[in-house]
């Protein structure tokens, strides 16, 4: 099961890491002051990632 982690990191800044069903993390956040921004982040990704597009920036290798 696909899950949010929420912590307070060294500096007292907010997290989240999202992480797969085998446990590993895919990917962090950014530091939050306040949790209610690390939480408002969390819902906006599970709001708005169906329709995420992707871009490719590297160079097409020949």
């Known amino acids: 099961m696909y899950k949010f982690e929420v912590y ?3 500096g007292g800044e907010f997290r989240f890491r999202f992480k797969a069903s085998n446990g590993e993390a895919m990917f962090s956040s950014e530091g939050y002051k306040a949790k ?3 939480m408002s982040a969390i819902e906006s990704i599970k709001k708005n990632t169906p329709s995420a597009e992707i871009i490719d ?3 097409a290798e020949s």
């Open 8 to 10: 307070k990191d060294k």
């Open 57 to 59: 920036q590297t160079k």
């Open 36 to 38: 209610a921004s690390a």
